[in-house]
């Protein structure tokens, strides 16, 4: 076990080294560049060879990337020159990467307490109504646009509930500990911070939940049957267990790897920026960042943000593999 957390870190370094020096590279040749960022209305062909032989752009671009590695190896991923003008990339990759796991956490919370729960009574019933309803609801999910759901939940629910349709938290004096707004006033006693700022959590967790709740529902479904056609589940049933011991040791257990292989590839989605759910719903994280990155062309934001995503993704992928171990036995011994 342990030489094999071992050689998928390795993998997940040269993964990220990889992805590094294509995304360097490809934001280097996009139309405009970084000097035509930089300079906006002000540039003449003067100006734009001058900060080109300033920023070193006019060096191979090998040798570019080997410099930029040596600067992130201290924690200068250089200074953000559209989201927010001034401000180190890194620092604003902290400021925005709790507010975007605290939605991330609530989302995957929401599809997996209604989507697993679904697919197995769904399984149970299967050809029955309830059953038939469940998939036409999965099916609606997955097509419903993710913006569109956001767009109505900000129109309608938000002027019929009075929930907020913006931002994280209102203009509150709260005391702020550890950059996740929820368990900020918990740890502080300020409870109306807290609630406060699960009210703002409320209308973009749902619509960020939608997707990664169809898709669990679907795959515990389709898990859950398979399992229940299985010889052993029978052999069960004709001992004599109970429902509850059936469901506990022999159905939900050999059903969760795919969804334990679900879960974890729609959090490590959501964790590398909801983009389109944070723009609607002006929610200040990673996938907000990217948004006005990319209209603003900020490159040395983007270049890390997306950096950082991926090392997310790949990291929550290898947690995945190392939780088969804790699911099924059998996977320790190969």
Do not use: C
Request: aromatic share 8%; glycine share 8%.
């Amino acid at each position: 076990m342990l030489r094999y957390t071992i050689r998928r870190l390795i993998q997940l370094v040269g993964v990220v080294l990889v992805l590094s020096l294509l995304l360097f590279a490809w934001l280097r040749v996009l139309p405009g560049g970084p000097v035509s960022a930089l300079l906006g209305d002000r540039s003449t062909p003067e100006k734009a060879a001058e900060l080109t032989k300033q920023l070193g752009l006019d060096q191979p671009i090998v040798l570019q990337y080997f410099k930029f590695l040596g600067r992130a190896a201290s924690g200068d991923f250089g200074v953000s020159t559209g989201v927010q003008p001034g401000d180190s990339a890194l620092d604003i990759f902290i400021q925005r990467f709790p507010a975007t796991l605290e939605l991330s956490f609530f989302a995957i919370v929401i599809a997996i307490l209604v989507g697993v729960p679904l697919g197995y009574v769904a399984a149970k019933r299967r050809g029955g109504w309830f059953d038939n309803l469940s998939v036409i609801g999965s099916l609606i999910g997955v097509a419903v646009p993710v913006f569109f759901l956001a767009y109505v939940l900000k129109g309608v629910a938000s002027s019929s509930l009075g929930l907020p349709s913006s931002g994280r938290q209102d203009a509150i004096d709260a005391t702020r500990v550890t950059g996740f707004f929820t368990l900020d006033g918990i740890i502080t006693g300020e409870w109306d911070a807290t609630f406060n700022a699960l009210e703002h959590l409320i209308l973009p967790a749902i619509a960020l939940a939608t997707i990664p709740f169809a898709v669990i529902f679907r795959i515990t479904r389709a898990a859950v049957l398979d399992v229940l056609d299985e010889d052993f589940v029978r052999t069960a049933e004709s001992k004599g267990l109970t429902a509850s011991v059936i469901r506990r040791r022999h159905v939900l257990r050999n059903a969760m790897l795919p969804v334990v292989t679900t879960i974890g590839l729609q959090t490590g989605a959501l964790l590398s920026g909801a983009v389109l759910t944070e723009k609607v719903f002006s929610f200040p994280g990673v996938g907000e960042a990217l948004a006005i990155g990319f209209e603003r062309r900020d490159y040395p934001v983007l270049l890390l943000l997306i950096i950082m995503a991926t090392s997310v993704y790949v990291v929550v992928n290898l947690l995945v593999d190392l939780s088969y171990a804790l699911i099924d036995p059998r996977i320790r011994t190969r």
